[in-house]
């Protein structure tokens, strides 16, 4: 763009932006037809970078050429010695790494470690002088980022890789042990140095000695620039450029042009490309709840980082990996579209939703560029996958779809994610990355050093909660599942990856099966859920009520305190002397098994002895809410119908006024407030239960149920399903020291 802008001024032509068009003018004779060209083939791009630099009309682009310097086109933050090259808008996705570089710069996420073991003597000079050259060879080495106004790419000139780029590090007077030590400290200490987006030659290296025979390299790069398709390209043409260099000769250097004709393809297409899109953002639903997943309840929207990473890895070998990768060439599929199936069915079995949006990394090279699966450069882009689920649909029908899906991705992938939230929200918690990245074909120089170098290991973060990534290797199906610990155990992460696996046998053995007839159950499972987990039978008093177990423990411990209200302290041997009282009571007004009695009262030590006197003479107790509307009020007490009520003198007007006309005026009223009521003349010993005809299947309570699909409904709860729920329960052990706070509204 630079170059083009200074062929303009030099040939007296002005450009500027009218009502979204390009305007061209220009003074004295005409202009060479190849620049006039060039401006048709550029006509996207000049009209990105006029909007963006607000040049509306002659007298502005003239002003502009006269004020900004080569630096000032490409944005302040770039030296005056890197000249420049060209300017593009930075991908899609190097925009989203750029706002995390600026939200979060201490965060290590994006930051590309490779480290890699040469078995020879490596000149350190001649090494870099190979890595200078593979900058001038390929142009994203060369890149750097300015983000004053829309985000843009700055490609300079001449090589970005020096020996400021390389640090030198000797171990080689220490043991093994002691060298594998250092070098996953070096790792991890460089793994905190950030990057300067703003300058070219996003790349550093730490040039560990071992021994004569042996040298460790750290390659750390930004993903800005660079994508895993290009790791093995890269490192072929610094192989071969080392290998020339140490033979004497000097290589030659032929620039890759693949990566700045993708960018100029994504301006002539973007048009395309935003169609496509508008129509996939109009079918997206809510983001899936992954609660369901999580060891425990995580609100992940508020995950920024993954604080504490964790990973499993699973494999798919033998007759399975087989199978596997025969139905897929019968059904004309890939293995990324047959893990893809299989993630996102586990997430609809587990959210339920209808609809399933799945982060995908795709490759970016499916446009008609020549050379690009040769070129070096960020070409992936993370874009969301949608699978909507049929409950009619076989998994082989499922697996067309998502196919052609991906392929419509791969041909519109160049588009912001940004573009595609709502309020900036996340689309997806997840993340799946199949890497499939053709290999270069091998050098026959057996003496070259790429024939000595091994893979200590490669380290990515990236900043999604869930991270699946899966690859093919040694005839095996490899997926790393990572994770953040806080939201995951290793249990349930291990867990997740059994499911995956059979639903991955299911796509193998059975594609043309429904997708809903998919088991994720293991033998192990099935019968932990059908019959470990159903053997509830447990030890109890079947024979006893409820009161009899209460007088046992007020004979044993008289003194134990039993209820605490305000400054109250009731004790098990006092609060069985008042129900007891208050219950011959109750038996003289005629109370029998089964009998209803109302209980209207304020939470109180009275309510508690009021409970147990009606349960010791033998009735069963309608607990009612005195905060209740009076209608529900009314409609309980003619449904239950009892045969007495219990309550305070201000309570009972109230029910009294809402007594419907179908129940008898005389049923009998206990007030407690009542000082002629005189219980303390009644006899304080337990009523004989044996004596009333009291058992453990009579009616212990009469509870309703809210309503909320119409009338109230009263649930009659016998004496053995309530000691049941309280006795060898397996889920709460109380004890004789416990203290239990009496919370919930004793009407439901």
């Known amino acids: 763009m630079l170059m083009l802008f200074k062929e303009l001024n030099k040939n007296h032509v002005s450009v500027w932006v009218c009502e979204n068009k390009l305007k061209l003018a220009f003074t004295g004779e005409a202009p060479p037809v190849q620049l006039i060209d060039e401006v048709k083939q550029r006509r996207e791009s000049l009209l990105d970078f006029l909007n963006e630099k607000s040049i509306f009309s002659e007298e502005e682009f003239n002003r502009f050429i006269s004020n900004e310097n080569r630096t000032d086109l490409a944005g302040s933050a770039i030296s005056p010695q890197n000249k420049i ?15 995390h570089h600026l939200a979060q710069p201490e965060d290590d996420a994006y930051r590309v470690q490779l480290l890699l073991d040469y078995h020879t003597y490596v000149d350190l000079a001649v090494y870099q002088r190979a890595w200078s050259l593979a900058s001038l060879r390929f142009p994203i080495l060369r890149t750097a980022f300015d983000w004053e106004g829309k985000i843009l790419q700055i490609v300079t000139e001449g090589s970005s890789i020096g020996s ?54 750290l390659v750390t790069l930004h993903h800005c620039i660079i994508d895993g398709w290009s790791y093995p390209i890269l490192l072929q043409t610094v192989h071969e450029y080392y290998n020339e260099l140490t033979q004497g000769r000097t290589p030659k250097i032929v620039v890759d ?23 996939r953002k109009s079918q997206f639903g809510r ?12 609100d992940l929207m508020q995950i920024k980082t993954v604080e504490k990473p964790a990973e499993q890895i699973f494999t798919i070998q033998g007759n399975t990996y087989e199978q596997l990768k025969d139905t897929c060439r019968t059904q004309g599929i890939t293995l990324n579209v047959a893990l893809q199936f299989a993630w996102h069915k586990l997430l609809h079995s587990y959210t339920g939703d209808e609809q399933t949006i799945v982060g995908t990394t795709v490759s970016g090279r499916d446009v008609p560029v020549e050379g690009i699966e040769s070129s070096v450069g960020l070409y992936i882009n993370t874009l969301p996958l949608m699978v909507q689920w049929d409950q ?87 997926i790393k599942f990572s994770y953040g610990e806080d939201w995951l155990t290793e249990k349930q992460a291990q867990r997740l990856l059994c499911q995956l696996e059979r639903i991955l046998h299911a796509v193998a053995y059975n594609p043309g099966q429904p997708h809903t007839s998919i088991t994720f159950l293991g033998n192990e499972e099935h019968h932990t859920l059908l019959h470990s987990w159903n053997q509830t039978d447990a030890p109890y008093p079947q024979d006893k009520t409820l009161q009899q177990l209460f007088e046992v423990q007020a004979a044993q411990r008289p003194e134990a305190i039993a209820v605490i209200f305000e400054e109250q302290r009731i004790s098990y041997g006092e609060l069985n002397r008042r129900a007891n009282r208050l219950a011959h009571h109750l038996m003289a007004l005629g109370v029998r098994p089964d009998d ?38 009314a409609y309980m007490l003619e449904d239950a119908a009892p045969v007495a009520l219990l309550t305070l003198t201000p309570l009972a007007e109230k029910l009294t006024r809402t007594m419907p006309r179908t129940m008898p005026r005389t049923i009998p009223t206990i007030l407690l407030d009542n000082q002629a009521l005189c219980l303390e003349t009644l006899p304080d010993n337990n009523p004989d239960t044996p004596a009333l005809g009291l058992t453990s299947r009579h009616l212990a309570y009469v509870i309703y149920t809210s309503g909320s699909t119409g009338q109230p409904k009263g649930v009659m709860v016998e004496h053995r399903s309530v000691l049941r729920l309280i006795i060898n329960n397996g889920f709460a052990d109380i004890g004789p020291d416990d203290c239990i706070a009496h919370c919930a509204n004793i009407s439901f």
């Open 85 to 99: 090259a060209a300017i593009f808008s930075a991908t899609s996705l190097q925009q989203g790494f750029i706002y």
């Open 164 to 217: 400021k780029h390389f640090t030198t590090k000797d171990i080689s007077h220490l043991s093994e042990e002691e060298r594998n030590k250092a070098i996953e400290a070096i790792q991890q200490n460089d793994r905190i140095l950030s990057f300067d987006l703003s300058q070219p030659g996003l790349i550093r290296f730490t040039f560990i000695k071992q021994d004569e025979q042996l040298t460790t390299v």
């Open 257 to 279: 042009k693949a990566y700045l004709a993708t960018q100029q393809y994504y301006l002539d297409h973007k048009a395309e490309s935003e169609a496509y899109w508008a129509e």
């Open 287 to 298: 983001m899936n709840d992954f609660s369901s997943l999580l060891s425990h309840r995580v």
């Open 392 to 478: 009619a649909d076989s998994i082989d029908a499922v697996l067309q779809n998502i196919q052609k899906d991906i392929a419509a991705l791969n041909s519109h992938s160049d588009i912001s994610l940004s573009d595609l939230q709502s309020n900036g929200e996340r689309l997806f918690h997840s993340l799946l990355v199949f890497e499939n990245y053709p290999l270069p074909e091998a050098n026959e120089n057996k003496e070259g050093i790429e024939h000595t170098l091994t893979f200590r290991r490669a380290v990515e973060k990236v900043d999604y909660p869930v991270l699946l990534m899966s690859y093919e290797h040694n005839n095996c199906l490899i």
């Open 596 to 633: 209803r009695v109302a209980l209207c009262l304020e939470r109180s030590p009275d309510m508690v002895a009021g409970i147990l006197a009606i349960l010791k003479a033998g009735g069963a107790y309608v607990p009612l809410d005195p905060a209740y509307p009076s209608e529900r009020l």
